[in-house]
């Protein structure tokens, strides 16, 4: 046996330092070398680099979940009754691995870790935990801005179109994101930017959707839209919808619009329980920027549109003000379960019939 082929096995076998045997990786490698022995062909030599690219995978992922630089902030929701119970769980199992963990701060004393505001956990953190509904992943996912830290929502009993994480699969599941290894949704985000009429502009981040509609039970409001400067049209109606393929499973879905797949690169525009019957909802590029007015000039508060965010954030609008939509340059990374596709998700959450 060659000097250079000694060398590399002696490479391998110092691997066990880092708490690969454990793994069977060694033992696989160990084959490997035996086989190479009996042989010299090619095709031996090309399997022994196989398992040396599977020990360096390995030493590469456990560097990245080094207790050293790791951390995970936890997100929950106020009022959950699991949330405490997992937090805590999760937070002794983080100790264990030597991974750190902060919390807000009304969590943080509870479960025993240091203090982080939400927006300064994108800052800190590795991954994001979200102990809650899709409510609390929208409310964390809009702060994340430029910083594409995976974040992983678990199901604590509800809907949970984007906490998709069982409770069992949770640990498995961070580690994995930890590491860079877990499957992970970068999903396109709404940018709405508002010039006021007085001058000054306001940008706002959404997940799901932006909707306008008018504070006022029961009456119509008459919003004129326009796709790249060119007009659409002047719907009558509740309100007005525009969803990402994320929140096409929300409000959207109950104003008529279509179920999209998170994948594809469209918007849908939603009429709110529009006037004329003939007006429907509309799938459009997401690379276009769409502007919407309020065509009453009347200035009375209930004429005033509102601006809702994920159906969370609320900004009220003068009768002369614009409101630009467009897809955002910033993305929100959602942690997948591997168990389950988007097909099964919408199965399973919706109540389908199964095959």
């Known amino acids: 046996m060659s000097s250079s082929r000694r060398g590399r096995i002696r490479s391998a076998s110092g ?10 990786v060694l033992g696989r490698f160990g084959r490997g070398s035996a086989r190479l022995n009996r042989s010299g062909s090619s095709l031996m030599l090309t399997a022994v680099r196989g398992e040396l690219a599977t020990i360096a995978r390995h030493m590469l992922a456990f560097h990245r979940v080094s207790p050293s630089n790791r951390s995970v902030g936890l997100v ?8 405490p ?18 919390a807000e701060e009304d969590s943080a004393q509870m479960l025993g870790v240091p203090a982080a505001a939400k927006a300064e956990m994108f800052d800190k953190a590795d991954a994001i935990l979200v102990l809650g509904g899709d409510g609390t992943f929208l409310a964390t996912a809009r702060l994340a801005g430029e910083r594409e830290i995976p974040i992983v929502g678990v199901n604590l009993g509800g809907l949970g179109f984007l906490t998709e994480i069982t409770r069992e699969d949770l640990r498995s599941t961070l580690l994995a994101s930890l590491a860079g290894e877990g499957s992970v949704d970068r999903r396109r985000m709404l940018r709405a930017v508002v010039r006021r009429a007085g001058g000054g502009t306001e ?15 029961g009456r119509t409001v008459d919003i004129e839209a326009r796709v790249d400067g060119s007009y659409l049209a002047s719907f009558k109606a509740d309100g007005v919808i525009l969803s990402t393929p994320t929140g ?18 469209v918007l849908v525009l939603a009429p709110i329980c529009p006037h004329t019957l ?23 508060s209930d004429e005033l549109l509102l601006l809702t965010l994920d159906g969370q954030e609320t900004i009220k609008l003068g ?15 959602l942690v997948r379960s591997s168990q389950m596709s988007f097909y099964d ?4 959450k919706l109540g389908w019939a199964r095959g």
């Open 203 to 217: 940008a706002y981040q959404a997940l799901n959707d932006v909707v306008l509609s008018r504070g006022a039970l």
């Open 319 to 333: 009768p002369d003000d614009a409101i630009e939509v467009a897809r955002s340059a910033h993305v929100a990374c």
């Open 85 to 102: 119970e997992v937090a805590r769980d999760v937070v002794g199992w983080l100790v264990e691995q030597g991974i750190g963990a902060f």
């Open 248 to 265: 096409s499973t929300a409000y959207s879905l109950s104003a008529g619009g279509p179920l999209v797949h998170p994948s594809v690169r």
């Open 278 to 300: 003939s007006v429907r909802p509309l799938v459009i590029d997401d690379g276009v920027q769409l502007e919407f007015r309020q065509r009453s000039s009347r200035a009375e």
């Open 15 to 24: 691997a066990a330092g880092l708490g690969l045997a454990s793994a069977g």
């Open 76 to 83: 929950l929701k106020r009022g959950a009754p699991h949330a």
């Open 345 to 348: 998700l919408l199965r399973t």
